[in-house]
């Protein structure tokens, strides 16, 4: 793997009733896209927020460490951090029709970043607006430049998010559910872009997902959430094809496969029973209420990540080395 | 679509939609008056203590009023298609000369006071939304909702109370020092010493309701996955209020203030008398005492252009403002 870029180490992110993260540690390479899956609740997304330290208040970062580029982003000064924010790590959100303001023109606030951290003139920030679109490759720049965001479609827009966040060439993007409202045609083409834009200005790409059809594609490693802590990481392949926690491999068998039964008609799609709702107040491993393995011992501690090689578990029935062994004792 | 080519398109659009209302507004207000018991020579002739049946007859000729009430409104109407307001004769002159002496003094005070609310008001919003919950914002709260449910004119009084006689700061009525021969600044000062507390009556209403709007559409605003995004480009928090959260709760200031322009104009009335200010507030009211319908006449259609004006500037500046009102 590549140098390390981003290194979070047992982040921890409280509101006052609940916390949202819970010791996670992960890490991401120069140049190496990471895919955070989860369902919705599972503290991906504050997972994003806090990287930037911005997670909506009462919400705050309460233990653990965010090591970037050589500096420790928890312990930033907040004008510090904002020299970070747009400049080395920027992100995209999952809502391109909200997350433009819809009374400046596109060209203003793409230009926006870059007038902030490099101090240009408006002249020249406009003039670096219009080769963003380009790059992102929304046609007659020169003329959509001063459009407003209800005058282009939801793509468009996706693509104006990306040209607002690559136009400081950061190290790190965030892409927190970058295509979910988007159709399918237009999300492989936001995620080409995506990639293309990681190797041409050599980013760390971190991409928050809730569709594993993604993941295999486009993702170096993933890591998967549930109920605010990571309970698999692994590469692509071993995760989809196969996963050793339980909700891992709910979620696969939960996903539809076009091969066969195509409109489930004859058998139907497994779901995992429950809902995410029910890990609240949880002692020990949190997917133990809708975990059809779940035995005594599980209730009792939350269990420890094990790993095997870059594959990562944290399931107490799950002994990667003793199942190594007895693989390699059978063959 | 180009700004400019918007904004030409609401100002066509308000402008044509002005002509019906026009017509309207001089039919009812013609009508309306004759139902008012009394007449203008019943009022002078009550004023001089004595009057004959034919000194009354005189007097109604002389004002026009003998004739039959549709021949009066043809008159008027012809009048006005020779861009004239007609005569009163308690004034001894025509009355667009009446009002053009005193619509000048009526639009600086509307301005001024204008200017006063939303600016102070939409000040005193915006700390309020900054501190919302915290000290600031309920100062502010409390100040505001006695400026709002206190009337303007009261507070006039207590002001001149204060300033004026007790401390002797500010002069209590008229529009400038009668007999005084002042040029440059000491003219302006002198202006400007008796607008303020005209002004800062009028407005205080205003202020109250426009720092509440503001103070509600700026927190609605600073939710909006806009901001979340401005953060994220490493703006500070005074750019994201000013660039992007302000412009946004401006909107709804706007076209409130739009629609309280009338209202002002009523308020006008009741400051403009207090404070004996020669506007067209109190050249009304001493039309009504008066029955002088002419006069009512011409200050009523004025004020109601005036209205009509401030509500195409206001879709104007609406169309400005958010890109996304479409002129149809």
């Given at each position: 793997m590549a140098t390390t870029l981003l290194e979070v180490e047992n982040l921890t992110v409280r509101f006052p009733r609940l916390a949202?993260?819970?010791?996670l540690s992960f890490s991401v390479g120069v140049g190496e896209t990471l895919a955070i899956v989860g369902e919705s609740g599972s503290g991906k997304s504050i997972t994003a927020l806090a990287l930037m330290r911005l997670?909506?208040?009462?919400?705050?970062?309460t233990g653990g460490s965010i090591r970037f580029d050589g500096r420790e982003l928890t312990a930033l000064p907040d004008a510090a951090m904002r020299k970070v924010r747009g400049a080395e790590i920027a992100m995209i959100f999952q809502e391109p029709m909200t997350s433009l303001?819809?009374?400046?023109t596109i060209g203003r606030q793409i230009g926006e970043t870059v007038r902030l951290h490099e101090g240009v003139s408006r002249r020249i920030a406009r003039a670096r607006a219009i080769e963003l679109l380009d790059l992102v490759r929304i046609p007659e720049p020169h003329r959509r430049?001063?459009?407003?965001?209800?005058?282009?479609?939801g793509g468009m827009r996706q693509r104006v998010m990306i040209a607002m966040a690559v136009i400081c060439r950061p190290k790190l993007l965030i892409a927190?559910?970058?295509?979910?409202?988007?159709?399918v045609t237009i999300q492989a083409q936001v995620l080409a872009l995506l990639d293309n834009l990681r190797r041409e200005l050599s980013m760390g790409l971190l991409l928050i997902t809730h569709?594993?059809?993604i993941v295999g594609q486009w993702a170096d490693r993933v890591v998967v959430m549930y109920a605010s802590r990571k309970v698999e990481e692994g590469s692509p392949d071993a995760i989809l094809d196969?996963?050793?926690?339980p909700y891992t491999q709910g979620l696969m068998a939960a996903s539809p496969r076009h091969a066969g039964d195509l409109h489930y008609r004859r058998t139907p799609l497994v779901e995992i029973p429950g809902?995410?709702?029910?890990?609240?107040?949880?002692?020990?491993?949190?997917f133990v209420p809708r975990c059809?393995?779940?035995?005594?011992?599980?209730?009792e501690v939350v269990p420890p990540p094990l790993s095997l090689g870059d594959h990562l578990v944290a399931c107490v029935r799950h002994d990667p080395f003793k199942e190594a062994a007895d693989v390699a004792l059978a063959g | 679509m180009s700004n400019g080519t918007r904004v030409l398109k609401a100002l066509r659009r308000s402008t044509l939609q002005a002509i019906p209302t026009l017509g309207v507004i001089l039919v009812l207000n013609f009508f309306l008056l004759r139902?008012?018991?009394?007449d203008a020579a019943e009022v002078m002739a009550g004023e001089q203590g004595v009057a004959t049946e034919e000194s009354m007859a005189a007097m109604r000729k002389l004002f026009g009023l003998d004739i039959p009430v549709l021949d009066q409104f043809v008159a008027y109407i012809n009048n006005l298609l020779h861009f004239s307001l007609g005569y009163s004769p308690r004034y001894g002159m025509q009355v667009e000369d009446l009002i053009a002496q005193r619509l000048p003094g009526s639009i600086l005070l509307m301005g001024v006071a204008l200017v006063f609310a939303l600016g102070i008001g939409i000040f005193i919003g915006t700390v309020m939304a900054r501190y919302v919950g915290r000290l600031p914002d309920r100062i502010l709260s409390v100040v505001s909702l006695v400026f709002y449910s206190v009337p303007g004119f009261w507070i006039g009084l207590m002001m001149v109370v204060l300033f004026?006689?007790?401390?002797?700061?500010?002069?209590?009525?008229?529009d400038q020092t009668i007999g005084a021969d002042y040029s440059g600044l000491e003219w302006l000062w002198d202006r400007v010493s008796h607008l303020i507390l005209p002004a800062l009556s009028l407005s205080l209403v205003f202020i109250a309701i426009y720092a509440r709007l503001t103070r509600a559409s700026m927190l609605e605003s600073q939710g909006q996955d806009y901001v979340r995004t401005a953060a994220a480009k490493g703006l500070s928090p005074r750019a994201i209020t000013f660039r992007h959260v302000l412009r946004n709760a401006l909107l709804p200031v706007t076209t409130m203030a739009g629609l309280h322009f009338g209202t002002l104009l009523g308020g006008a009335v009741v400051v403009e008398t207090v404070f004996s200010w020669p506007g067209l507030g109190r050249l009304a009211f001493e039309s009504i005492m008066r029955r002088d319908f002419n006069v009512l006449l011409g200050i009523l259609l004025l004020s109601s252009i005036l209205v009509m004006i401030a509500n195409v500037i206001t879709d104007l500046v609406q169309a400005w403002l958010d890109p996304r009102i479409e002129v149809r």
């Open positions: 949202a993260v819970q010791d997670v909506p208040p009462p919400g705050r970062i303001n819809p009374v400046l430049v001063d459009d407003y965001p209800h005058q282009l479609s927190d559910e970058p295509t979910t409202a988007l159709d569709d594993l059809g196969a996963p050793w926690h809902s995410i709702t029910s890990a609240f107040g949880e002692t020990g491993c949190p059809a393995l779940a035995e005594a011992r599980c209730r | 139902l008012a018991p009394g004026s006689v007790t401390l002797g700061w500010l002069p209590s009525g008229s």
